[in-house]
């Protein structure tokens, strides 16, 4: 699929992704594309934030590709079932293990257990060996659950601004391949 036939909504985690954040960058690159805006970035509540990003799925005038980050990766598999018809693919990044206490804050748990069954729509979940959030095996754990392809993206922290990920132009390009796959 090419961008231009596509809604692109990026959904942010936890705090939101500040203007250095790759996925605010990504986003004013691509002229479809715009951001799920939760009410409360510093206290998310997962049936708030699920509500508000099937909302805004619901208004799209295109095909849905979604693009998450950490806690929005969460939401968007909350979400998944609620979606499938109109989300064509979700590009998934650093997904927290809201599961694992010793990971996340106890505000974040409100997110768990993470779904385990297949998601309804083609997804890919690009994850670190080195993200605090998540460990390795688990990212590879929920990929197999949800059926999709995981990326290794090597050494790379939580792939966010704070682990050196500013614009992330590997992120890019991978992006344009499943893109082209879709």
Same mark, same amino acid.
Request: aromatic letters at 10%; proline letters at 8%; glycine letters at 8%.
């Given at each position: 699929? +090419?961008?231009?036939?596509?809604?692109?909504? &990026? %959904?942010?985690? /936890?705090k939101?992704?500040?203007?250095?954040?790759? @996925?605010?960058r /990504?986003?004013? #690159?691509?002229?479809?594309?715009r951001?799920?805006?939760q +009410?409360d970035?510093?206290n998310? +509540?997962l049936?708030?934030?699920?509500?508000?990003?099937v =909302?805004?799925v619901e =208004?799209?005038? +295109? !095909?849905? %590709? *979604? %693009?998450?980050?950490?806690?929005?990766?969460?939401?968007?598999?909350?979400?998944?079932?609620?979606?499938?018809? /109109?989300? #064509?693919?979700?590009?998934?990044?650093?997904?927290?293990?809201?599961?694992?206490?010793? =990971? %996340?804050?106890?505000? $974040? =748990?409100? &997110?768990?257990? $993470?779904?385990?069954?297949?998601? !309804? &729509?083609?997804? @890919?979940?690009?994850?670190s060996?080195?993200? !605090?959030?998540?460990?390795?095996?688990?990212?590879?754990?929920l990929?197999?659950?949800?059926?999709? $392809?995981?990326?290794?993206?090597?050494?790379?922290?939580? *792939?966010?601004?704070?682990?050196?990920?500013?614009? /992330?132009?590997?992120? $890019?390009?991978?992006?344009a391949?499943?893109?082209?796959? *879709?």
């Open positions: 699929m +090419k961008i231009s036939e596509v809604e692109t909504l &990026f %959904v942010a985690g /936890w939101g992704s500040g203007p250095n954040h790759w @996925q605010s /990504w986003q004013a #690159k691509l002229s479809t594309a951001r799920v805006e +009410k970035w510093e998310p +509540k049936d708030d934030w699920v509500e508000q990003l =909302r805004d =208004r799209a005038s +295109k !095909p849905v %590709v *979604l %693009v998450a980050h950490s806690l929005g990766v969460a939401t968007v598999v909350h979400a998944a079932p609620r979606m499938q018809h /109109w989300v #064509k693919g979700a590009y998934l990044v650093a997904c927290p293990d809201v599961d694992d206490s010793s =990971r %996340v804050p106890e505000s $974040l =748990r409100d &997110f768990g257990p $993470l779904p385990t069954s297949p998601l !309804p &729509f083609k997804a @890919q979940l690009t994850a060996r080195s993200d !605090p959030y998540c460990s390795w095996d688990r990212a590879q754990q990929a197999g659950h949800w059926g999709i $392809l995981l990326q290794d993206a090597g050494e790379s922290g939580h *792939l966010n601004e704070e682990s050196g990920q500013g614009p /992330w132009p590997e992120g $890019l390009i991978s992006f391949h499943f893109m082209k796959a *879709l």
